[in-house]
């Protein structure tokens, strides 16, 4: 069965340093999304990409970070300088469609960033 | 802005004791509400979709209902391996608002 895949698994890294989460979505999907969840609290909406571009973004999303589809099949979440807040984890997902044409966002496993 | 609100925040089931749990939304323009599961450490998995007031989807133990406002997810004879958090969420604009969802336990 297709699936999400998402690297590292965890990271652990020092403040102010840049991390770079990468993901493969699955191949034929066409909407890509990167969520985060703060350990303990809830999943949220941090950008959706179509089209190799951001489609929408949360208020989260600010200036440190970034996403991208460097080639055919992975999407990358950049967070230029990490802060202690930034510690989650960081899902990764695909889906066919978007917004009431979603049907079902496929998640990866996670990617647990440690900020020291 | 659409908000989903679920309870309880967490539930405490016996193995066979059936409940409810529950999703509020306020949402101008309903276009579908859905249900996850969310293991510990894993990210969400998808269980069901539904759209219209009345409908109901069924999945082995699970069974969602949809109303105008809310949304029942239905556990019969819960399992252990049942246990686990339930997010229900609804579309935004290229996006999935999720609740802060109902951890279920269920003990044997």
């Known amino acids: 069965e297709p699936e999400v895949t998402q690297t590292p698994s965890h990271q652990v890294t020092q403040m102010g340093q840049e991390v770079i989460l990468r993901c493969v979505p699955i191949?034929?999907?066409?909407?890509f999304y990167w969520y985060r969840q703060i350990l303990g609290q809830k999943v949220e909406f941090l950008v959706s990409?179509?089209?190799?571009?951001?489609?929408?973004k949360s208020e989260i999303f600010d200036d440190q970070f970034s996403v991208e589809r460097p080639d055919g099949s992975n999407f990358t979440l950049k967070i230029r300088s990490t802060k202690l807040e930034d510690s989650a984890m960081y899902f990764c997902?695909?889906?066919?469609?978007?917004?009431?044409?979603?049907?079902?966002?496929?998640f990866g496993e996670g990617s647990r960033l440690t900020v020291l | 802005e659409d908000q989903v609100t679920q309870s309880p925040e967490a539930l405490r089931l016996q193995e066979g004791e059936s409940s409810s749990l529950n999703c509020s939304y306020t949402?101008?323009?309903?276009?579908?509400l859905f249900w996850y599961r969310q293991d510990p450490g894993k990210g969400p998995e998808f269980l069901f979709t539904?759209?219209?007031a009345g409908e109901e989807k069924e999945k082995e133990r699970l069974k969602a209902t949809l109303t105008k406002k809310e949304s029942f997810l239905h556990i019969t004879a819960p399992k252990p391996e049942d246990s686990a958090t339930y997010l229900c969420?609804?579309?935004?604009?290229?996006?999935?608002?999720f609740g802060a969802g109902t951890r279920l336990a269920v003990h044997p």
């Open positions: 997902a695909s889906s066919v469609g978007a917004g009431a044409n979603t049907g079902e966002l496929f």
């Open positions: 191949s034929n999907h066409l909407y």
């Open positions: 990409f179509y089209n190799n571009e951001i489609s929408e």
């Open positions: 949402v101008s323009g309903l276009r579908g």
């Open positions: 539904l759209y219209s």
């Open positions: 969420a609804v579309p935004g604009y290229n996006k999935l608002i």
